[in-house]
């Protein structure tokens, strides 16, 4: 499975930005998605996952009620739309599967995309 991740751009506080994950080389029906992201010198931290098959989500205390995840399983794509966002928000976002339901946990994952910057200025 290769993930690809996009959608990463400079924005300013309070902007709105919608990042995408596409996977190809298998379905990923079968599979939960998360974001996670990574600031420079942090550790790689949980944003939003989401199951496979009935749309179930978690968040991040962090972002919660400012992002919304959602999935299109025919297209094989996962979208994270991220508002009101926040200069804290600046890191490298990851898209990442794994077989079964959806988990907070970096560990819990299989497979990762190769990142998305996402940079919000003052």
């Known amino acids: 499975v290769q993930l690809q991740a996009y959608g990463g751009g400079l924005v300013q506080a309070g902007d709105s930005l919608r990042l995408s994950c596409a996977a190809s080389?298998?379905?990923?029906?079968?599979?939960?998605v998360g974001w996670f992201h990574q600031a420079p010198g942090k550790e790689r931290e949980f944003v939003a996952t989401?199951?496979?098959?009935?749309?179930?989500?978690y968040y991040g205390e962090s972002v919660e009620g400012r992002f919304t995840i959602s999935r299109d399983n025919p297209k094989n794509t996962v979208h994270l739309q991220m508002g009101s966002l926040k200069e804290e928000d600046t890191a490298v976002y990851y898209c990442?599967?794994?077989?079964?339901?959806?988990?907070?946990?970096?560990?819990?994952?299989?497979?990762w995309g190769q990142g998305t910057l996402v940079t919000v200025s003052s």
């Open positions: 989401i199951n496979w098959n009935n749309g179930i989500s």
């Open positions: 990442a599967l794994r077989q079964g339901g959806a988990s907070t946990r970096v560990m819990q994952y299989d497979y």
């Open positions: 080389g298998h379905t990923f029906v079968f599979y939960a």
